[in-house]
T-cell receptor
Framework: DVKVTQSSRYLVKRTGEKVFLECVQD?????MFWYRQDPGLGLRLIYF???????EKGDIPEGYSVSREKKERFSLILESASTNQTSMYLC?????????????FGPGTRLTVL | SQQGEEDPQALSIQEGENATMNCSYK?????LQWYRQNSGRGLVHLIL?????REKHSGRLRVTLDTSKKSSSLLITASRAADTASYFC???????????FGEGTQLTVNP
């Protein structure tokens, strides 16, 4: 079974702090994704990566950056957290090939920025 | 919305009844997928239907796709209280690996 894990289920940070959200997958997937989920807005793509050290902006990249130094790990970074970044963050992965294949999701990190 | 729409936004039914959720989209697709999310958890893939398919079954799930109307529906038959969750459709485009998710339907199955 594909397993996608996220470093924290719940996280509370203060405005201005630098925040790291980590995601690890164990299926040798090429693609990894970071979404945020807010009530009434569904899932919105922040960034995705199709290979080590490669990244592409999603629909809402402002205020975020990402890092993919190893194939299995994809990190989302909030350089200076703000209250409007309070949200549920979901990581996902799938195999490559340029086709929108099934995505496998982690359990999510609920981030609160005070 | 560029993502398309799902309806209804919320659905409440009794155990044993069927639940139907609909998804519309605006641009061409390679496939359309349905996911389930239990409260506060990650999404779990349910079923994928390709653009050249019209209907697909998986257990109590039936998905239809009408590319001429740019719409899909998910039918859950003989629902159970454990089916209570949010259900999302996701459009796989004709190029690239991205999925575009709808806003979801919250299904409540009352025992």
């Amino acid at each position: 079974d594909v397993k996608v894990t996220q470093s924290s289920r719940y996280l509370v940070k203060r405005t201005g702090e630098k925040v790291f959200l980590e995601c690890v997958q164990d299926m040798d997937h090429e693609n990894m994704f970071w979404y945020r989920q807010d009530p009434g807005l569904g899932l919105r793509l922040i960034y995705f990566s199709y290979d080590v050290k490669m990244k592409e902006k999603g629909d809402i990249p402002e205020g975020y950056s990402v890092s993919r130094e190893k194939k299995e790990r994809f990190s989302l970074i909030l350089e200076s957290a703000s209250t409007n970044q309070t949200s549920m963050y979901l990581c996902a992965s799938n195999s490559g090939g340029g086709v929108a294949d099934t995505q496998y999701f982690g359990p999510g990190t609920r981030l609160t920025v005070l | 919305s560029q993502q398309g729409e799902e309806d209804p936004q919320a659905l409440s039914i009794q155990e044993g009844e069927n639940a139907t959720m609909n998804c519309s989209y605006k641009t061409s697709i390679n496939n359309l997928q349905w996911y389930r999310q239990n409260s506060g958890r990650g999404l779990v893939h349910l079923i994928l239907i390709r653009s050249n398919e019209r209907e697909k079954h998986s257990g109590r799930l039936r998905v239809t796709l009408d590319t001429s109307k740019k719409s899909s529906s998910l039918l859950i038959t003989a629902s159970r209280a454990a089916d209570t969750a949010s259900y999302f459709c996701a459009r796989g485009g004709t190029s690239g690996s991205r999925l575009t998710f709808g806003e979801g339907t919250q299904l409540t199955v009352n025992p």
